[in-house]
């Protein structure tokens, strides 16, 4: 048995695009959305910790401490580097931060004006992207690029490949199904579906469950 000191972070996961590190967070003041939601009530919401943790030597790093009114949110590895999510409302933004195991570097910055709300905003891959898929049936990039069409009540994002948008569904009509469909990018028009579902490997393969 290993001894891993997470200050009182008590569950991890894999951090999606990456074989060798976990992550895991506390919910100070809930999840992302939570968050913001107590922080328009008028309230000073307490930053949360993001810690990860290498495989299989078991070292921790915190790359970033966020500071008060500052939450961040699902982390992703891309090309070698720990992608960070961190809400700054104070400040009235979204900062895409890049952590190379040395230094921390800014990616992009987008105002929260331009985004809904918080709920299931979060980073997806390929290329890095800043998604949102949101209560009202609406999947949104909002960046790098800014797209916006409606979606299926049971559809949810899986991945981007060659110029197409990947999602998976369930129907029950009456036996319950899995399918996935095939989006354009620009108008979210479906251009192809096939059953089964999708799960995206570390390094980047998509394996098809038919």
Known sequence: MKRISTQGISYIEPLEGSAEWYWGMD???GDLYEAEELFKDGNLVSQNRLLFIH????EVIQPLIAEKGQYLGRP???EGNIILLLADFPAGEIRILQFDGEKIAALAVV???EVHDCYNVML???PLMLIRQ???DK???LWPEKVEFA???TEAFDFRLDGKLYFSTWHEDPNYREEILVREVESGQVVGRFPGSAAVMPDGQIWLLE
């Open 76 to 78: 992703v590895f891309y």
């Open 134 to 136: 949101g209560s009202e």
């Open 151 to 153: 979606v299926g009540a």
């Open 55 to 58: 495989y299989p030597d078991g």
């Open 124 to 126: 997806k891959r390929w």
């Open 139 to 141: 999947f949104q990039i």
């Open 111 to 113: 105002p929260l004006s």
């Open 27 to 29: 919910y100070t003041s």
